[in-house]
């Protein structure tokens, strides 16, 4: 599996674009998305999604371009966009089944495959419950179920984790990472958490455009030697935060204590092991 996206754009009204001449090649495993909101994240994944097209560019999936053929894709797709809605009044297995009918899946194993999804998701026993009594941590896993309905080769995440307490993160991440080995995965979010556990290689955005793309070793590399530590007297943070990238703060014996990114860091500090975190924030932040 090879997804190819050349130069691409989307512009809107004016002067306004989402993605400007944004090129990447995704291969099979894991992908992870990141950039602050507004940084493009969603009209990349839509645009791949063949929810809308480019104003400019191509994108090219195994070679065939998916702007001019979207079933080629749709046909290979599981995709949970950030605003995934349910039909509250149907119980888990009638929304599922709904879906599948909605992409084409279906056959005497379709209730077999629903009933392993919603095990794995943990959602077996509430399977007979309207949707709408859910709570949004279980509505999103309802999300996450239909994007795997059809054993998808391309799998998109939007923010796939927001609502989901620390245990069903766990969970999705461990799912995910089941999947990776045969499938393209786009894991799209701003925690880095969701994603340095599990990426194979990491993609940053800012406004619209790819700032940096690799395994997380060598973005991390880029703050190499300049992650630190200070405790500092609370009247002299806004000073301190004008002169350095301020990762973390934290109250410690009546001082701030702080992780920070700096080439000058101040006399008291203590140089930090470099995090993906901190690559991340040092990226948008300089760039």
């Known amino acids: 599996m090879r997804l190819e996206i050349q130069n691409a754009s989307k512009k809107y009204s004016g002067n306004k674009y989402g993605l400007k001449d944004f090129s990447i090649t995704i291969e099979k495993g894991i992908l992870g998305l990141l950039g602050p909101n507004g940084a493009g994240k969603s009209t990349l994944l839509k645009m791949i999604a063949t929810v809308s097209k ?27 966009p950030q605003d995934f809605g349910v039909y509250p009044n149907l119980n888990a297995y009638e929304f599922l089944k709904y879906m599948a009918a909605l992409k084409g899946v279906g056959g005497k194993n379709l209730t077999k495959r629903i009933t392993q999804l919603l095990e794995g998701l943990n959602l077996l026993e509430h399977a007979k419950k309207p949707i709408g009594s859910y709570s949004g941590g279980m509505k999103q896993r309802i999300g996450i179920a239909q994007a795997l309905l059809n054993e ?3 799998l998109i995440f939007d923010e796939p984790t927001v609502g989901l307490d620390p245990e069903e993160r766990v969970r999705f991440r461990n799912l995910i990472s089941d999947l990776a080995n045969d499938c393209i995965v786009i894991l799209s979010s701003h925690i880095v958490s969701d994603i340095d556990t599990i990426a194979d290689e990491v993609a940053v955005m800012k406004n619209g455009s790819l700032l940096v793309k690799g395994q997380q070793e060598t973005i991390i590399e880029k703050v190499k030697n300049i992650v630190f ?14 002169k350095h990238i301020v990762v973390s703060t934290t109250r410690k014996a009546g001082k701030l204590l702080i992780r920070y990114i ?26």
């Open 229 to 242: 530590e200070s405790a500092i007297l609370k009247e002299n943070y806004t000073d301190f935060k004008n």
């Open 54 to 80: 480019p104003t400019d560019g191509v994108i090219l999936l195994n070679k065939n371009n998916i702007v001019k053929d979207a079933n080629y894709m749709r046909e290979q797709l599981g995709f949970l």
């Open 262 to 287: 700096s080439k000058n860091p101040e006399e008291s500090a203590i140089q930090q092991q470099a995090t993906l975190e901190d690559a991340y924030l040092y990226l948008t932040k300089t760039y």
């Open 152 to 154: 998808p080769k391309i």
